[in-house]
């Protein structure tokens, strides 16, 4: 499909439809975001304020995925710039590895949450697996476009959405899964999780810290034909 048309078809197919062009070459990554942001193929949208896509480089070395963008993404239209956001950075920084040279996103382009009781905030809520699988193309479009060497999978719903169910963050964290979406794919934590681990929140940070590490050495590397 052509990158204009892309935009202009039906708002529930649109995520097959970008999938299937960017595995033909007939698409970029501008022409996707201009789709995703109309996109109707789950319910998710009508609660949102915008669709928030995958921001970074394309291509890039490295991809982040998360599950789903919070209240703070949700408002300015960008991935992880919320807390959950801060710790990432500060973590990636630490590792060695500059966030501006990764592409971020999440598997989820809509913020699903509820409102607290007898308050204004918007609280996350989990999305369900009708939601994720939705949304699943969107995420594998971008992989078609960023075509990353190492893919970082942030918490268990984009490990369940790219790898499948025989996969659990904390049994495989911290080293190289075998999965073909990019030559390295590791997980870890969702950062947001840091935040909500009280006493234990400096080991769980540390912990994560180390995990990205694993990461920033296997790309500096020395590069060989055969690596």
């Known amino acids: ?91 990636l920084d630490e590792a060695g590895i500059d966030r501006e040279r990764a592409f971020v996103t999440n598997v ?26 939705a949304c699943l193309p969107w995420v594998q479009t971008e992989l078609e476009l960023v075509r990353p060497e190492a893919l970082v999978l942030l918490g268990a719903t984009a490990l369940g959405a790219l790898a499948g169910p025989g996969f659990s963050v904390m049994r495989d964290r911290g080293r190289a899964l075998d999965l073909p979406h990019a030559r390295l794919v590791a997980t870890t934590v969702h950062p947001s999780s840091i935040l909500r681990a009280g006493a234990g929140r400096e080991a769980a940070y540390l912990a994560f810290v180390a995990d990205l590490r694993f990461v920033g050495r296997w790309l500096e590397r020395p590069q060989t034909a055969s690596a």
């Open 108 to 133: 989820v382009k809509h913020f699903k949450w509820k409102p607290t009781p007898g308050g204004k905030r918007r609280l996350h809520e989990k999305p369900n697996k009708a939601e994720v699988g």
């Open 1 to 91: 499909m052509a990158r204009a048309s892309l935009a202009a078809a039906d708002p529930s197919d649109r995520p097959e439809l970008a999938l299937a062009s960017a595995r033909k070459g007939a698409a970029d990554l501008d022409a996707v975001r201009k789709a995703a942001a109309g996109c109707r193929a789950c319910d998710l949208w009508a609660r949102a304020t915008q669709t928030v896509f995958g921001s970074g480089p394309v291509p890039a070395r490295l991809m982040l995925v998360g599950e789903q963008p919070g209240n703070d993404e949700d408002i300015k239209g960008e991935p992880f710039v919320g807390p959950s956001g801060d710790v990432l950075s500060r973590a």
